[in-house]
T-cell receptor, first 113, second 112 residues
């Protein structure tokens, strides 16, 4: 079956360092990917997205990389801050005719002061 | 303020007692969806709606109903709740399908 998963369930990073969160997906027909951040007691918040015709996209302190060859997605957070501590999810949209959004199980990022 | 509002935030009920969780968005979004979040399983889609009067099953629709009579509202109905529906529920909306979702702050449901 189709799945979206994460390599590591937890990640601890020193404040100020860069962090990388990885995600593998199995549906090669997926054409839109999103990273969400979920803080305790809140719903997921959109961070950054990327479409399958791109391999890199940058936002403020965040970069998403997409490797369609190996079906791998990563989120890079530069100069991490305490407020970056949260659970991060990747999510994958099926293409037209399969309008379903599938989430990975999440990685908990902890920033060490 | 643009937002998705769910009510209630917390709900404790007993097996078999019908309940409704309301969801409303003020962004004129076409797409709305319900998810449940369980430890180790992540977010799983229950139902979604591409527009008014258009709904479809997600990954885990059994035991749930939805309706989309108006664009802004997308209630989740549990006709006969069971303990395995104890979970954290999120409603979300987006302008269109395959654009970023805006999530509500969740409803924690406990069925005893």
């Amino acid at each position: 079956g189709e799945s979206v998963g994460l390599h590591l369930p937890t990640l601890s990073v020193q404040e100020g360092d860069n962090s990388i969160i990885n995600c593998a997906y199995s549906n090669s027909a997926s054409d839109y990917f999103i990273w969400y951040k979920q803080e305790s007691g809140k719903g997921p918040q959109f961070i950054i997205d990327i479409r399958s015709n791109m391999d890199k996209r940058q936002g403020q302190r965040v970069t998403v990389l997409l490797n369609k060859t190996v079906k791998h997605l990563s989120l890079q957070i530069a100069a991490t801050q305490p407020g970056d501590s949260a659970v991060y999810f990747c999510a994958e949209y099926g293409n037209f005719g399969n309008e379903k959004l599938t989430f990975g199980t999440g990685t908990r990022l902890t920033i060490i002061p | 303020e643009a937002q998705v509002t769910q009510n209630p935030r917390y709900l404790i009920t007993v097996t078999g007692k019908k309940l409704t969780v309301t969801c409303s968005q003020n962004m004129n979004h076409e797409y709305m969806s319900w998810y449940r979040q369980d430890p180790g399983l992540g977010l799983r889609q229950i139902y979604y709606s591409m527009n008014v009067e258009v709904t479809d099953k997600g990954d885990v629709p059994e035991g749930y109903k939805v309706s989309r009579k108006e664009k802004r509202n997308f209630p989740l109905i549990l006709e006969s709740p069971s303990p395995n529906q104890t979970s954290l529920y999120f409603c979300a909306s987006s302008l269109l399908y395959n654009s970023p979702l805006h999530f509500g702050n969740g409803t924690r449901l406990t069925v005893t």
